[in-house]
Structure formats: structure tokens, C-alpha cells
């Protein structure tokens, strides 16, 4: 078993109001998830209206999947079609036994 796990600090330009921010990340994970078929949630900055850490996580039984899987999404976030930067990026892949 192989497990996936990434950290994205994210700066939203356009967000306003912690409203504005759920509901872009609401959007950003609900297509990481439909998509990817990982999980993802909000990590840390949470009260911040323009900075927030989002954890993606995903479990296979082939480490190079879970490596691809995880850069798949992690581009996903990166495209120009998302009014988000990303500021970092910590991706770690733990292998257990079978």
C-alpha cells in the first residue's frame, strides 16, 4: 500500500471575504475529488481571506500511480484556468508493506 500526500499553500487574488474563499476552494476541491478521486480539504490558514493550505491525499497499491496521481492534481490546481497561485508545495509518498 502506497500513500500520497501533498500540501498546497495557495494565494486566492480574487477573493474578498472568507466567503469568497470557501467558495472558490469549495469548487477547486469538489474538482480535485470528482476528478482525481482523492481526498482534499482545507489544512491550514483558515481564517485567512486570500491564503490557504489545501491537503490532497490518495492510496494505491503502486507507488508510481500514487507519484503521477498526485503531480496530475498538483498541475491541475497550477493551471491558468483557477484565480490561484501556488506559493508551495510538500508531496510525500509513504509506502507500507502488503
Known amino acids: 500500500?502506497?500513500?500520497g500526500a501533498c500540501t498546497l499553500t495557495l494565494n486566492i487574488h480574487s477573493s474578498r471575504s472568507l466567503k469568497d474563499k470557501r467558495q472558490i476552494l469549495r469548487s477547486i476541491t469538489d474538482r480535485l475529488k470528482h476528478r482525481f478521486n482523492v481526498s482534499v480539504s482545507e489544512v491550514d490558514n483558515n481564517n485567512s481571506w486570500t491564503t490557504a493550505t489545501l491537503g490532497i491525499v490518495c492510496v494505491s497499491n503502486d507507488k508510481q500511480f500514487t507519484n503521477e496521481l498526485i503531480?496530475?492534481?498538483i498541475n491541475f490546481v497550477n493551471s491558468d484556468r483557477l484565480p490561484i497561485e501556488i506559493l508551495d508545495t510538500s508531496t510525500d509518498i509513504i509506502s507500507g508493506s502488503n
Do not use: P, Q
Open 71 to 73: 503531480s496530475r492534481a
Open 1 to 3: 500500500m502506497h500513500i
